[in-house]
């Protein structure tokens, strides 16, 4: 079974503009999370999409928004970026039907922004 | 809320050493625990979890025990390799009703260097 993949894998964009990020979820996986990971602050919640709708969202301002489509492939962006946005952008699925299933997590896309 | 502490790294050790990373967790509940590992460039691999109490996750030598008396989840090898080089994660999920929906929170991680 494939994994989670997320594109592109790295990125590079400066200030002020905005950014789209992809994960596609593991076949089956109706959920998916997106974390930011940095140096700074490890690894923090962005939000969570089941079925098309946001069910959990993290303490991020309204720069950074999300969506889900049918397939459950989910899109993150950010607009306006900051400098401190440069991180690790991760995905993660699972089934989604309970509040404590594992996750799994894609690769992950590096965003430089200058 | 959820929180998770990780023993200050970074851990160096020499191959076929002891390894002991400690993990202690606060949340509300019964949450499920995990490790995950990321090795330089890629994503969190899981490598163990445990969704109760005395539950032990294992995995490719890794162990840990859930206990909830001391709110814990240790990660132990017997054996370390210079594969086993990585970042570890300490993390929890659930334990709070409808906000613990997909997310996870983690520990700071900790860095092992393995020397052959």
């Known amino acids: 079974k494939a994994g989670v993949t997320q594109t592109p894998r790295y990125l590079i964009k400066t200030r002020g503009q905005q950014v789209t990020l992809s994960c596609s979820p593991i076949?089956?996986?109706?959920?998916v999370s997106w974390y930011q990971q940095t140096p700074g602050q490890g690894l923090q919640f962005l939000f969570e999409y089941f079925s098309e709708t946001q069910r959990n969202k993290g303490n991020f301002p309204g720069r950074f928004s999300g969506r889900q489509f049918s397939n459950s492939r989910s899109e993150m962006n950010v607009s306006t970026l900051e400098l401190g946005d440069s991180a690790l952008y991760l995905c993660?699925?699972?089934?989604?039907?309970?509040?404590?299933?594992?996750?799994?997590f894609g690769p992950g896309t590096r965003l430089l922004v200058l | 809320g959820n929180s998770v502490t990780q023993m200050e790294g970074p851990v160096t050790l020499s191959e076929e050493a002891f390894l002991t990373i400690n993990c202690t967790y606060t949340a509300t509940g019964y949450p499920s625990l995990f490790w995950y590992v990321q090795y330089p460039g890629e994503g969190l691999q899981l490598l163990l979890k445990?969704?109760?109490?005395?539950d032990k996750g294992s995995n490719k030598g890794f162990e840990a025990t859930y206990r909830k008396e001391t709110t814990s989840f240790h990660l132990e090898k017997g054996s370390v390799q210079v594969s086993d080089s990585a970042v570890y994660f300490c993390a929890l999920s659930g334990g709070a009703g409808g906000t613990s929906y997909g997310k996870l929170t983690f520990g700071q991680g900790t860095i092992l260097t393995v020397h052959p």
């Open positions: 445990a969704t109760k109490a005395d």
């Open positions: 993660a699925s699972s089934l989604g039907v309970a509040g404590q299933e594992t996750q799994y």
């Open positions: 076949s089956g996986h109706r959920s």
